[in-house]
């Protein structure tokens, strides 16, 4: 697998204060990666970091084979990665359909938008399918479940055609069955995209993960099998927030 994503030597300061210091991280095409670490590791500020949002203090990031140094989010947006948000960004007064129809035609001018649609484009219906909602496609996005909205905003990302999809916390809120149908979202949408994604919930970890990045302070404690990672007492005393004999 070649690398998709290589972070060398990462540092993000604010005033001073180093939220990422020195990280090194390789990403290979096709890859489910995950990152975990507790508050304050500096997992968000990586994302902000490779979507342009945040601007390095030192160190390279390159996206198949593209510097992103000093890119605008717009402009990594058309290189092919895609983030979503902790917050919600669906427009709730329109459909299922609407959304994901008004996000892969981002970059039309606003004069094709507004013609008068017809159909559902195969792209559109492939996202629909894949994220599960085809019985909801005309119903208000504002009636969605949490989980539902979810799938939706990562709808919104694949229509997009990305090659990297950075995913905050994606199953923070969900019930049981909608983390569990997510896993498996994840699992098929990972089959032709790399995909990134921040989580917190060991159990899902356990089930859905291969390959995970821990960060702590800034930096990357440990990389490795999900097995392996779990059973490292660095991890343990400070991902878990405790010593490794109090660990389950
Ligand atoms: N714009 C900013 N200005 C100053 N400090 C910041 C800024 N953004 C992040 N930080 C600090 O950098 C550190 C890393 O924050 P970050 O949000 O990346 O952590 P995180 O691992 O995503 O944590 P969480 O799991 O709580 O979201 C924290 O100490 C945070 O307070």
Redesign the pocket.
């Known amino acids: 697998m070649s690398a998709l994503l290589e972070i060398r030597d990462l540092m ?1 300061a ?2 001073g ?1 180093k ?2 210091n020195g990280v090194n991280l390789s990403v290979g095409e096709g890859e489910l990666r995950f990152l975990i ?12 970091v490779i979507t342009g949002l ?1 601007k390095p203090t030192s160190g390279t990031v390159t996206f198949a084979g593209t510097s992103l140094a000093g890119r605008k989010e717009h402009k990594v947006v058309r290189l092919g990665i895609g983030r979503t948000f ?1 917050t919600s960004v669906v427009f709730e007064e329109l459909s299922v359909v609407e959304n994901l129809d008004l996000a892969a035609n981002f970059r039309r001018p606003l004069v094709a938008l507004l013609r008068q649609r017809r159909g559902v484009t195969e792209t559109v219906g492939r996202a629909l399918e894949t994220i599960g909602l085809q019985d909801l496609a005309d119903s208000p996005a504002g009636i969605l479940s949490h989980g539902q909205r979810q799938w939706l905003e990562i709808g919104m990302l694949i229509v997009q055609g990305p090659r990297l999809l950075l995913l ?2 994606p199953v923070a809120g969900m019930s049981k069955d909608e983390r569990e149908r997510t896993g498996e979202l994840l699992t098929e949408i990972a089959k032709d995209h790399t995909v990134i994604v ?1 989580e ?1 919930d060991m159990e899902f970890l356990r089930r859905y993960a291969s390959t995970v990045t821990v ?1 702590h302070e ?1 930096t990357v404690l440990v990389e490795g099998d999900v097995a392996a990672v779990q059973a490292d007492p660095r991890v343990q005393e400070v991902y878990l927030g405790r010593k490794k004999e109090d660990a389950a």
Request: glycine content about 16%.
């Open positions: 993000v604010f005033d204060f939220a990422i670490g507790p508050n304050g590791a500096g997992k968000t500020t990586l994302i902000d945040t902790q905050d916390e921040i917190h960060l800034g």
